[in-house]
């Protein structure tokens, strides 16, 4: 199956924003709908945004107005954008196809917001 691997994550500040991407292996990347997922302690898993075939896009209400989902079809790649990031926003965020249809997890990325 695809192989989806994160990065990006790290320590920000309330306010602030960090950009997470998502980099597919294989060439069939554009074949796919793409969604951003987190998870924070003690807390399911949700979907946060998510992105189509052809580009278009959806978002959780939570993130609505702050954060943005992209891809690059050329490149293999989808990424998040986070900007007014919130404490809550703290959570291990992941990349996979939308609908996850194989409940296949990769390692994430680690988001942290805190002063």
């Known amino acids: 199956q695809v192989q989806l691997v994160e990065s990006g994550g790290g320590l920000v500040q309330p306010g602030g924003s960090l950009r997470v991407s998502c980099a597919a292996s294989?060439?069939?990347?554009?074949?796919?709908?793409m969604g951003w997922y987190r998870q924070a302690p003690g807390k399911q898993r949700e979907l946060a945004a998510y992105i189509t075939r052809d580009g278009s896009t959806a978002y959780a209400d939570p993130v609505k107005g702050r954060f943005t989902i992209s891809r690059d079809n050329a490149k293999n790649t989808v990424s998040l954008q986070m900007n007014s990031l919130k404490p809550e926003d703290t959570a291990v965020y992941y990349c996979?196809?939308?609908?996850?249809?194989?409940?296949?997890w990769g390692r994430g990325t680690q988001v942290t917001v805190s002063s």
């Open positions: 996979n196809l939308y609908p996850p249809v194989f409940d296949s």
């Open positions: 294989g060439n069939i990347f554009s074949n796919y709908h």
